[in-house]
């Protein structure tokens, strides 16, 4: 009789897993304590661990002294055994962040990129961000569990840019190919604002929502969505795209911000926002104006989102949330009118981290996800 | 040892509710068969079938002859052992249907309803039309095993009319209270257009789609959604309310009907719609233009639900839905320029009946749900 062939490996697959569940969400604890807390006997346990100790999930802490008898063995969550990259492309920068399996963020670059720059360009310095993230992680390419790529545009399934107005160039590069070369681990691509919602969720605002429309405002206005606390991509990938519809002002708000009077010459594109709304906020008239005139171009496309959807909360983020406490005020007047009755609507704390949160938690759930996948061998967290 | 505490009990009830399921959607079977099917014992079945049989969820067919030995048992699910009941109150007309739980419709009444009549009234005429439907199909209240109402308006969970525009007087209405006192069973309230939605994934154009959107067009313009084939309601039970934003052409839309050129005087609201089209079929300019001006607003609102859903799938219906051949070239014509692509659209096929037929659903899916709440003794179809 073996233990590897159809149920009973099947059996020992979830019994693994609710034991590396039981330890990564409960703690630190004896053998004895985990018996206990997951039901099993001793034995099963201790060949459970043993299993998860030599594939790199669990590690052997120093044993409990101080007690009579024999030490007890102590065994724990090895968050620092892998790490999950996520990355951000944006259209003034591009950022890479590396978390390990318990989420605990250890490295974060940013590099500069120019707005007009070439679909080469900007891959270059993407690969060249991860590269540099991976280096202050003290990480080789292999020591990476999953990759998640953030991109503003429609994505597809297979991690190709379908649709895409934001970056020059960009429609059809093969995200999940061009970047994922050195990996060999998957490579998700996803929306930008679709990670931002997932990191509201996941460590922002949104923690208890089930229902999110976040809307990223700043250089470009776009909107991702949760629905059951899981994001919503649509038929296509394509769900969240109301700046798409003329009648809603989302492609004209950020002129109002770019036109502002007083603005001084050669102030670069993504510090304009900063400018403006910092001038607002000390109660410059202009500048005032400026805010209130993309406020009313915001809400409108938030309230499509809103009578639509009916969520249970609106988070904005991106480049603007610095200037939350100038920008919400203008945009819940104009906002709630539109709407049936005022939306839940919050200011994200996250600012420009949130795509690369976002999207180390998706990279997160998908390890997760592999552990479930009864067709395969128990996964290694790296390879 | 009893077969009814705790544990023992929860998994007969499984094995009941197994067994039932399996005589529904696999049709009459003798016991050896069915003990075969489910993978349990005869002995097992046999026990669990006296349950079925005597709850009223399963009947006996005469056994089957012309074989050697003893004839076999014969069970089959007892369709007719119960009923559900869907309602719909609308503007001008009040309906209810009843179906067994096949979901085999055995009666079908509408009583027309002035559009300005008062609440008593609409409430009287809804009374009226769901005791015509029982004497239809010769049931009492007793032999309904759930009722479902659908109406215009955001409704509570509690079945509460919390919003409305279109029915005079009926904000705050507690449907449930005032329609259900009859009844000794589950009544449900929903949305008019949330069930024309199911009715579409029951038994019309959206029965392998996951993401619906279902929208409702005629003397008013609403939305219903299905995402991931079931209703969504909102954080209050709002969504879908695209039509309040003002920047959206639905508010609009059917005064280029009411107001098309030619319209005989005295023609009655409701009938205004049936005979611009028609006209509009037969070449009649004004009426094609007319036409055109409504398909052209209501595309605004439609492109506002498909830029934020992406859904797999958007179906006209309600009363204009009968001219869907003149309806669907404009309509498409309008829709496609405003959405990133041309999302999938069709026109529905079930008219008038949608509602009442996502109501019987709606009802049929809240018997099985009962079935399966293992803190209840098993429920018989019908009190």
């Given amino acids: 009789m073996t233990q590897h062939g159809g149920d009973t490996s099947r059996l020992r697959r979830i019994n693994l897993v609710t034991t590396l569940r039981t330890v990564r969400d409960g703690g630190p604890t004896s053998l004895t304590e985990l018996a206990r807390r997951v039901g099993l006997s001793r034995p099963?346990?201790?060949s459970l661990v043993e299993e998860l100790l030599v594939a790199g999930w669990l590690k052997e802490l120093p044993p409990e002294t101080g007690q009579m008898g024999r030490p007890a063995r102590l065994v724990a969550f090895h968050a620092a055994g892998s790490h999950v990259l996520g990355v951000d492309i944006g259209s003034y920068?591009?950022?890479?962040?590396?978390?390990d399996l318990s989420?605990?963020?250890?490295?974060?670059c940013t590099r500069p990129v120019a707005a007009d720059c070439g679909r080469v360009e900007r891959l270059d310095a993407t690969r060249a961000v991860m590269e540099e993230a991976l280096k202050e992680a003290g990480l080789a390419a292999g020591g990476i569990a999953a990759v998640c790529v953030g991109t503003t545009g429609v994505v597809t399934a297979e991690g190709v840019v379908r649709l895409c107005v934001g970056l020059p160039d960009w429609v059809g590069v093969d995200l999940a190919g061009e970047l994922g070369g050195d990996f060999d681990c998957p490579v998700l691509v996803e929306n930008d604002c679709n990670l931002a919602a997932?990191?509201?969720?996941?460590?922002?605002l949104a923690q208890d929502v089930s229902d999110l429309v976040f809307v990223l405002s700043g250089v470009r206005t776009g909107a991702g969505m949760l629905i059951g606390g899981r994001i919503h991509r649509g038929r296509r990938g394509a769900a969240g795209e109301i700046g798409a519809l003329p009648l809603v002002g989302w492609h004209r708000a950020p002129s109002h911000l770019a036109g502002c009077q007083?603005?001084?010459?050669?102030?670069?594109?993504e510090e304009i926002a900063g400018h403006v709304f910092g001038r607002a906020r000390e109660g410059d008239p202009a500048a005032r104006w400026a805010v209130e005139q993309y406020a009313h171009d915001l809400a409108e496309g938030?309230?499509?989102?809103?009578l639509t959807m009916d969520p249970d909360l609106v988070v904005v983020g991106g480049g603007l949330s610095r200037s939350g406490d100038v920008l919400l005020e203008p945009l819940r007047r104009h906002l709630d009118p539109l709407c049936l009755e005022p939306p839940r609507l919050e200011i994200s704390a996250l600012a420009e981290r949130a795509v690369t949160l976002g999207a180390m938690r998706h990279a997160l759930d998908q390890v997760d996800l592999l552990l479930y996948d009864f067709d395969t061998p128990l996964p290694r967290p790296t390879s």
Same sequence: chains 1, 2.
């Fill in 198 to 204: 997932l990191a509201e969720s996941w460590t922002g």
């Fill in 262 to 269: 007083g603005l001084p010459p050669g102030t670069r594109p």
């Fill in 103 to 108: 989420g605990a963020v250890v490295a974060s």
């Fill in 93 to 99: 920068s591009v950022r890479a962040a590396i978390a």
């Fill in 302 to 306: 938030i309230a499509a989102l809103v």
């Fill in 44 to 46: 099963t346990v201790e």
